[in-house]
């Protein structure tokens, strides 16, 4: 934001220079983001393009304990993708039933349960600072997506069954 001129703004009652200084505190966030994980691959989505993201430490929330569940075949590829896959539940017992039952950082969620839990849970994911979430279909109905977009949740929308993954090496 190079400027803004003018007087009160009537929306708030805030005065442009306070106004410009948010907006300015916004872009500087995001570039620090940006910088922190670079999207190295654009090709692959805002997720699984930034390897220090999508190798990074996962957490599934889905029905991950029910090997009859797309969500079980799911968190195994990721296991073997990421360094690390957290299972998340709220289905089952023996296992974490929310991102915010999780020891220790996340980088990156996978949401495969109804639009219901999981606007909640990008909630969880944002109050714990995790920046990116992957949607899978059926999971990313527009209440999920108004909740990522409401919290600064960066979301990718697809199937980490079928989409590509960024080479290991890098």
């Known amino acids: ?48 393009g930034r390897p220090s993201i999508s190798r ?5 929330i889905g029905d991950v304990t029910n090997e009859r ?9 990721i296991a073997l993708e990421a ?6 539940s709220p289905y ?8 915010t039952d999780l020891p220790g950082p996340v980088d990156v969620a996978n949401v495969v349960v109804s ?3 999981g606007a909640a849970e990008i909630a969880a ?6 920046r990116y979430a992957f949607l899978q279909p059926g999971a990313d109905a527009a209440n999920v997506i108004l909740a990522a977009r409401k919290h600064g949740v960066v979301v990718q929308r697809g199937c980490v069954l079928v989409n590509a993954w960024p080479p290991k090496d890098k």
């Open 83 to 88: 360094a690390d896959a957290e299972p998340v």
């Open 1 to 48: 934001v190079a400027r803004v001129d003018g007087g009160v703004d009537s929306l708030m009652g805030l005065s442009t220079p306070v106004l410009a200084r948010q907006l300015e505190d916004v872009v500087a966030a995001r570039a620090a983001a940006a910088e922190a994980h670079p999207l190295v691959y654009p090709d692959l989505g805002p997720v699984l």
């Open 92 to 99: 089952a017992e023996g296992v974490a039933s929310s991102v």
């Open 56 to 60: 990074g430490r996962w957490a599934v």
């Open 69 to 77: 569940k797309v969500a079980h075949t799911i968190f195994e590829r």
């Open 115 to 117: 639009p219901k839990i």
């Open 125 to 130: 994911l944002a109050a714990r600072g995790v």
